[in-house]
T-cell receptor
Framework: AQSVTQLDSHVSVSEGTPVLLRCNYSSSYSPSLFWYVQHPNKGLQLLLKYTSAATLVKGINGFEAEFKKSETSFHLTKPSAHMSDAAEYFCVVSPRDGGYQKVTFGTGTKLQVIP | NAGVTQTPKFQVLKTGQSMTLQCAQDMNHEYMSWYRQDPGMGLRLIHYSVGAGITDQGEVPNGYNVSRSTTEDFPLRLLSAAPSQTSVYFC????????????FGQGTRLTVV
């Protein structure tokens, strides 16, 4: 069994300040973890993924996430928010050797960036 | 290279009507899936396919039907629309048997009145 919890449904930051979007997971398998971004009226786009290599994963647009097994967390960070980062972000967990039917999406975090 | 293309982008149906949401990908991906997105619930898997001629149910399959006659196309059929099917629908494709990166279409916003 597995689950994923995004701890904040909404996060608001000022432009130029750090971004932290929190994600905790539980899985009885060795997990793969992903962050996707969804801009308004668009499909989801992969930001970054953790499969089994380095625990600090760098993604597109300056985002990164750290896989912490002891804390069962995979928080998404960015040092300095841009207006274009305003979007909804989804944390996703899957067994590393699993298929589509075992993928679990979080409920999403809406990021607001204040000018 | 268009990626994953969904049509239509918007649709309004009356209760009891049927319709087909179209999905096509040009990346030669074996794996395709349909999700619905509802506020506060993330994405939930409706049906998926691991190749032409092979489909299976996801988490919320009731009221929906799929088929996969070609690698490129994976239509989703609503048999008799209900207000509970008001949602945003996303089609996605992937190149790997294990879940890796999925490529999403832009979505179809469906309203059932």
């Amino acid at each position: 069994a597995q689950s994923v919890t995004q701890l904040d449904s909404h996060v608001s930051v000022s432009e130029g300040t750090p971004v932290l979007l929190r994600c905790n997971y539980s899985s009885s398998y060795s997990p793969s973890l992903f962050w996707y971004v969804q801009h308004p009226n668009k499909g989801l786009q992969l930001l970054l993924k953790y499969t089994s290599a380095a625990t600090l994963v760098k993604g597109i647009n300056g985002f990164e996430a750290e896989f912490k097994k002891s804390e069962t967390s995979f928080h998404l960070t960015k040092p300095s928010a841009h207006m274009s980062d305003a979007a909804e972000y989804f944390c996703v967990v899957s067994p590393r050797d699993g298929g589509y039917q075992k993928v679990t999406f979080g409920t999403g975090t809406k990021l607001q960036v204040i000018p | 290279n268009a990626g994953v293309t969904q049509t239509p982008k918007f649709q309004v149906l009356k209760t009891g009507q049927s319709m087909t949401l179209q999905c096509a990908q040009d990346m030669n991906h074996e794996y395709m899936s349909w999700y619905r997105q509802d506020p506060g619930m993330g994405l939930r898997l409706i049906h998926y396919s691991v190749g032409a001629g092979i489909t299976d149910q996801g988490e919320v399959p009731n009221g929906y039907n799929v088929s996969r006659s070609t690698t490129e196309d994976f239509p989703l059929r609503l048999l008799s629309a209900a207000p509970s099917q008001t949602s945003v629908y996303f089609c996605a494709s992937s190149y790997s048997v294990g879940y890796t990166e999925a490529f999403f279409g832009q979505g179809t916003r469906l309203t059932v009145v």
